[in-house]
């Protein structure tokens, strides 16, 4: 629309939506637990190794075909997802069989939370000041998990989250600025847990490349060229 910018897009990550929304990891730990059961299971009633464990193998079939089918959920989620930050709205748009999109506009936000994952992306839950009901599995994955009732659309495993929360916030504070807040009234942020955040991130990757860079300079005195590069590469 007239007057109205693009600020972001992105998508969630394909990983985060496997592992904190499809539950991956915890599928295929409660696969390895049955599967260390029924090894036991056979041997403690007298039955050979080598009978045990193809009994026990069996399991492999449908530990591989859950974990593949969840997959292939987390990849069809991710390939209808677009989360759009504009200097108006942002707008969640979804639905893998149908296709749906969710506009929330600015001022509707009343609060915006952030966590921020060990590779960098994130969920940011938002709280609308709405009266309508927005729907939980209408939504899922793109909502805060177990927030059944009151439930927060959320940019799920949002890649670089720090960064997107601080643009969001800023997004957030000019619209307030200028629509419902008086002229003769200054806004003063006091506390932004975006830009916080992505401080922090960007100093963390400063750190990590000042280390990275130091052990391969001690490496390279202490064992050759062929073993810096190495580790320069891993």
């Not at 939506?17 to 730990?29: G, N, T």
């Not at 108006?88 to 506009?103: D, E, H, I, S, Y």
């Not at 994130?122 to 939980?136: A, E, M």
């Amino acid at each position: 629309p007239v007057g109205e910018r693009v600020i972001l897009q992105g998508k969630p990550t394909f990983r985060g939506l496997a592992w904190r929304s499809c539950h991956i990891r915890e599928v295929a730990i409660y696969f390895g637990l049955l599967l260390v059961w029924r090894l036991w299971w056979n041997w403690s009633h007298g039955m050979a190794p080598a009978e045990a464990a193809i009994s026990a193998l069996w399991l492999i079939v449908p530990a591989t075909s859950a974990i593949a089918v969840l997959a292939a959920l987390a990849w069809l989620f991710r390939r209808a997802a677009c989360y759009t930050i504009t200097s108006k709205r942002v707008l969640f748009q979804f639905g893998a069989a149908l296709p749906m999109t969710m506009n929330i506009p600015l001022s509707r936000i009343a609060n915006a939370a952030l966590k921020i994952y060990r590779d960098g992306s994130g969920d940011i839950p938002l709280r609308v000041s709405d009266n309508k009901r927005v729907s939980y599995l209408l939504l899922w994955p793109h909502i805060r998990p177990w927030g059944l009732r009151a439930p927060e659309p959320m940019l799920s495993s949002i890649p670089d989250a720090a960064a997107v929360a601080a643009k969001l916030a800023e997004a957030v504070v000019a619209r307030a600025e200028k629509t419902w807040i008086p002229s003769d009234v200054h806004v003063t942020v006091t506390r932004n847990y975006g830009e916080t955040a992505a401080e922090k991130s960007n100093e963390l990757i400063a750190h990590v490349l000042i280390a990275t860079v130091a052990v391969v300079g001690l490496i390279l005195i202490t064992l050759g060229k062929r073993e810096a590069l190495i580790v320069a590469v891993v």
